[in-house]
């Protein structure tokens, strides 16, 4: 059995003990998901203060949905697609400040002497670019690179078409590479896999 498919059976397991009264199960969940939710709201909102409130208000807004999971996807897919619904609401509510493009520092070459750091800075400036994606944009992204989330899971994430899924992608790396040129050829090993679009057929 994968890592995947355990997690599965026992979010499956858990709800069932939930739904029939042990509402102490819902403690496994939080304690499995509140990681990658905190670090999801974050993505949004770039605050941890706020992407931790937004996670607690998502696994609200799941405790209350439980019963209404139908089971044709796995739980965390529900979970993740709930989750990305408060988090726009929220924005949407009280938007966060949006670094323009333009502003995010262009990722500079790793220096031969100081090659380690200089690739950790250069990889969390491509993630500022990312962040300073208009989020009709960044969410794609996000959802696709960071959560390794394949096109149909992101687009069912989304409420969106593949195809318009697909359509933002390119969006957002023909942004990225506009501002930053050299993007595919010196981070090919980051988090955001050369910005390529082989994974999503």
């Known amino acids: 059995m994968s890592a995947t498919e355990a997690l599965a059976g026992l979010d499956l397991a858990d709800v069932d003990r939930v739904l029939a009264g042990d509402l102490a199960a819902f403690e ?6 509140q990681g990658p939710l905190i670090n ?3 993505r949004y909102c770039r605050d941890r203060g706020r992407a931790e409130e937004m996670a607690q208000e998502a696994f609200l807004r799941a405790w209350r949905g439980l ?3 139908r089971r044709k996807s796995s739980f965390s897919t529900w979970l993740f697609a709930l989750a990305s619904n408060v988090f726009r609401s929220e924005l949407k509510r009280f938007p966060t400040e949006t670094l323009p493009l333009d502003a995010a520092p262009e990722p500079s070459r790793p220096a031969a002497q100081h090659s380690d750091l200089a690739t950790r800075m250069s990889h969390e400036a491509v993630r500022r670019a990312v962040l300073a994606l208009p989020l009709r944009y960044r969410e794609p992204v996000i959802l696709f690179y960071f959560h390794e989330t394949d096109v149909a899971a992101a687009a069912r994430t989304m409420g969106l078409p593949e195809g318009t899924l697909k359509a933002r992608l390119s969006r957002a790396r023909t942004l990225l590479r506009q501002r930053f040129p050299h993007l595919e ?3 090919t090993g980051m988090e955001l896999p050369a910005l390529k679009s082989g994974k999503e057929a």
């Open 67 to 69: 019963a209404h999971w």
């Open 28 to 33: 496994g969940i939080v304690r499995r998901w």
């Open 185 to 187: 050829v010196e981070h």
């Open 40 to 42: 999801m709201a974050w």
